[in-house]
């Protein structure tokens, strides 16, 4: 199983920017999903998870109105869609699987982790 995070780059406050996680190995809609991150300093944090075999997810409060995780079956893709984006979310951004039904916010539950992919905003 490998999964591979894209879409990270440098951009300003206030712009939008949209992560991709592609699987190898797994079909994504079997699996819950989720995103972390990692601030420079700082331990990794949840972001958002989306349920498998369903488009329920939750988000962070602190990204929450901003940040909308979703799942394109079709082309065995997650997404992040970060809009309004602030400096203090510079950070790497993991994707991640579960096997387990339900919403998961903390690391333990999922199995399998992406590489990470670096979104640096400035002010």
Known sequence: VQLQASGGGLVQAGDSLRLSCTASGITLNNYGMGWFRQAPGKEREFVATIMRHSTTSIHSPSVQDRFTISR???????????????????????????DRAGLYV??????????????TVSS
């Open 72 to 98: 394109d079956n079709a082309k065995n893709t997650l997404y992040l869609q970060m809009n309004s984006l602030k400096p203090e979310d510079t950070a790497v951004y993991y994707c991640a699987s579960t």
């Open 106 to 119: 903390t690391e333990d539950y999922y199995s399998y982790w992406g590489q990470g992919t670096l979104v």
